[in-house]
């Protein structure tokens, strides 16, 4: 019906006409898409959320805390170094918030900067976090503080690692005209992802490093 | 209401514009990306496991014919109560109601022409196989043994069948997932213009409701399987307790679960139940709104009362009491359900189809079901009767009687829609009989063998059975009884099999129904509705015209039920 109405229409009137349909069909894509990768992003949520249940609820069934192994106390993580990395992965959620500004500003160039920044800062948690992997004193089979921690940072940190690629690949994107200033789903959706992931890592440092 | 639904019906017609058909086997048939197709590729799935699971839980009653045990060693009899457990919930039922059923109907309620994300839905069809293969891959391994709730710490000692069993549970939980939020984004956004949420059909809700939990409570599953994985492979100590673990918290993530994933194969049935009662009465259906937002608060209330399946699990006893009367609670929702479905029968022409029988069946056996849970509800009632038959009873009642039933029901009035032909109806009334009975003959006795204190999940009774001597009669009822139930489901899959090509011509609308899916041909065109309907009412009142405009064929000028092919009542065995 649409392309019939069209038509009908003359030369310049008939093209703008065509756009906006175009326009309301992208907008009601866009809508399921974003619909759908919220809800995504609610059961992966529930995913953690469980998991830290299995935290707390071991830890608070626990005679002490950290536990004992082998007649020794566990020693407690790291915080200062952890809050340096906490900074740098909560930077990356800034950077990432000017890059998405400036690519709907058609600001090309700076999308670009920023969007690399917050790859750079992405990776330099991962190492971060690769490091204190080595250094910390607790295995991930020794006890229930070593399973729920390397298991729900593991988690995070896998994580972070989907995101650092899915950014990569939505910057060759961008740079070869997949998205416009008024279509850029996949954008939004990466922005969310990666302020998904830095929500999750509030709580995790809360319960680790902070309780 | 017409004018302000113009605009959106504008847009309609720019998104849903017509995609030509696939062509080539595999586009069309095995990676289709039609729900109609994905439908029909989760029914003969689902029903191929079945006849595996069935047959599995007919060598745990056969081995229950004699107190001994009569055909297999202790361990074999573990794994097959474990494996007929696994595979009916995860593999039969819940893709049987959402898949399926879900997918082919709830799209042409809504006046859809796919759901919203179609590479997704064929994404989640395809783990179903996936999951099977592992699941059943088990039993080379010596099968999982500690049933279908895998409690560590036993089931810790199933080494790589137990890591299996983890494994497809997980792959399975990700297809439910994905389906769920693939329904809920289709509902929330894809209603014909028009449809109101209060003017979507019963099924949607009810399909809407199953989704919410499928999309929240399966992730809790996967997060607890998952750690029993990581336990099983990588020795990782969540539930172990000389490590500090502790197995009531696999309990807690497990039911917190597996309580809604009971919802998430009663509530489709309640749909259905919902769509032929009043379908089959001629009456508009009794409190809608009642019936649809008791739904939600099913699906709401059901996050809220997990921990009821853990009362002898040393649960402290300041926690047992909300968990008790949340329970309570739940049957006030399910009551005005029941209510409404007969005040909906009341004083209505009742027509006696198969698919009646079924949804009249359901009233009966669901209702019994859900009266003996609120006994079980009860802490004292439950730490007597919880190691017992009597939670097998009732929970079949509640399944076989419930979900499967009311699956049974949707099969024979949504067939002619599917495949253009009407089931045989002496074959399906007579296949209602064989499961009615045998359901019952099955599962009654459980109750009072239960209460006399027979031990489920044991491989033999032979203390019980000197006891108490009528056991080992009533045992071998069950068993010659639960053969009816196998009986009347091969009945149906050779009924299904055999109506394709000989079935009557089924037409548009065989039931005289009103709901959208009935307003276009049948089997239904790829893209379902050439013109997008519109829709100004509720699908259910059955004196008014349809509430439909710019629907695509004769019935808008339909305002009887003269072309209705509806088969006229005849008792099993009279004359074809
Ligand atoms: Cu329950």
Redesign the pocket.
């Known amino acids: 019906m649409a392309a019939a109405a069209v038509q009908h229409l003359a030369g310049h009137e008939a093209v703008a006409a065509r756009y906006r349909d175009v326009d309301r069909a992208y907008g009601e894509t866009r809508d399921l898409r974003l619909l759908g990768f919220m809800f995504f992003l609610v059961s992966d949520c529930i995913l953690f959320s469980s998991f830290i249940f299995a935290y707390v609820y071991l830890r608070v069934s626990a005679p002490t805390w950290p536990p004992i192994v082998d007649g020794h106390q566990l020693p407690w993580f790291d915080t200062s170094f952890a809050a340096m990395n906490s900074v740098v992965l909560f930077g990356s959620g800034v950077t990432m918030h000017f890059a998405l500004e400036n690519w709907k500003h058609l600001n090309t160039r700076k999308f670009n900067g920023w969007l690399i920044a917050t790859i750079v800062l992405g990776i330099g948690f991962l190492l971060g976090q690769a490091h204190e992997y080595s250094v910390v004193n607790i295995s991930w089979q020794g006890s229930t503080m070593g399973a729920s921690f390397f298991t729900l940072t593991g988690m995070h940190g896998f994580h972070v690692f989907i995101g650092v690629c899915y950014l990569a690949i939505l910057g060759i994107q961008a740079n070869r005209g997949v998205y416009t200033s008024s279509k850029y789903f996949g954008l939004t959706a990466g922005t969310l992802y990666w302020h998904f992931v830095d929500v999750i890592w509030v709580a995790l440092f809360s319960l680790f490093y902070l309780w | 209401m017409h004018a302000g639904t113009s605009t959106t019906h504008d847009a309609h017609d720019v998104h849903d514009h017509i995609h030509p058909p696939p062509e080539g086997f595999v586009r069309k048939y095995v990676f289709s990306l039609d729900h109609k197709v994905i439908g029909f590729q989760y029914f003969f799935t689902g029903l191929l496991i079945m006849f595996i699971a069935g047959s599995f839980a007919e060598l745990v009653r056969l081995q229950l014919t004699d107190p001994k045990g009569a055909i297999m060693s202790h361990q074999a009899y573990n794994t097959m109560f474990t494996m007929h457990g696994t595979a009916m919930v995860w593999l039969v039922l819940i893709p049987l109601v959402t898949g399926a059923l879900g997918n082919f109907v709830m799209p042409l309620q809504i006046g859809a022409r796919d759901v919203a994300f179609p590479w997704l839905n064929m994404a989640s069809f395809w783990i179903l196989p996936l999951a099977a293969l592992i699941l059943f891959s088990s039993l080379l391994f010596g099968g999982p043994h500690a049933g279908w709730t895998e409690y560590p710490p036993i089931s810790l000692a199933d080494g790589t069948a137990g890591a299996l069993w983890c494994a497809a549970i997980f792959t399975i939980g990700i297809s439910s997932t994905m389906t769920g939020l693939n329904f809920m984004v289709t509902i929330m956004k894809m209603r014909a213009p028009g449809m109101t949420w209060t003017r979507m059909p019963l099924f949607v809700w009810a399909t809407f409701a199953t989704a919410l939990m499928n999309m929240i409570a399966t992730v809790a599953l996967s997060a607890a399987v998952g750690a029993l994985f990581l336990e099983h492979v990588f020795n990782v100590p969540f539930y172990d307790a000389a490590r500090g673990g502790s197995a009531v918290l696999y309990e807690h993530m497990f039911w917190f679960y597996s309580?809604p994933a009971?919802y998430i194969f009663i509530i489709p049935a309640f749909g259905v139940v919902s769509e032929v009662i009043p379908t089959f009465s001629r009456k508009p259906i009794f409190g809608y709104k009642m019936i649809a937002f008791s739904s939600m608060a099913i699906a709401i209330l059901a996050f809220t009362?997990?921990a009821?399946?853990m009362f002898p699990s040393g649960l402290a006893p300041w926690l047992q009491l909300p968990f008790m009367i949340l329970t309570y609670a739940i049957g006030i929702p399910t009551g005005i359900k029941i209510f409404s479905w007969m005040a909906t029968l009341w004083g209505g022409r009742i027509h006696f189809t198969t698919s009646m029988l079924y949804a009249l069946g359901f009233l009966i056996t669901f209702t019994f079901g859900g009266i003996t849970g609120v006994f079980l509800a009860s802490v004292p009632v439950d730490l007597h009767a919880h190691g017992t038959y009597f939670v097998v009873g009732h929970f079949h009642y509640v399944v076989a009687g419930g979900a499967v039933m009311g699956f049974l029901a949707a099969i024979p009035y949504w067939y002619p829609k599917a495949t253009g032909r009407m089931l045989s109806e002496r074959l399906g009334q007579l296949g209602f009989w064989l499961f009615f009975i045998g359901l019952n003959g099955t599962f009654l006795p459980m109750h009072w063998l239960g209460l006399e204190g027979m031990p489920r999940r044991y491989a033999s009774y032979v203390d019980f059975a000197k006891a108490v001597p009528d056991a080992v009669f009533w045992n071998q009822f069950e068993t010659a009884f639960s053969f009816l139930m196998m009986a009347s489901i091969g009945l149906l899959a050779f009924n299904v099999i055999w109506s394709l090509r000989h079935g009557k011509v089924a037409g548009i609308n065989p039931w005289g129904a009103r709901t959208l899916e009935w307003t276009i041909s049948s089997p239904p065109p790829y893209y379902n509705f050439k013109k997008v309907p519109e829709v100004y009412g509720r699908p259910y009142d059955f004196d008014k015209p349809l509430p439909y405009r710019n629907t695509d064929n004769e019935l808008d000028a339909f305002p009887e039920y003269g072309k209705t092919v509806m088969p006229t009542p005849q008792p099993v065995g009279a004359g074809v």
Do not use: G, S
């Open positions: 309580h009971v009362v997990w009821h399946h």
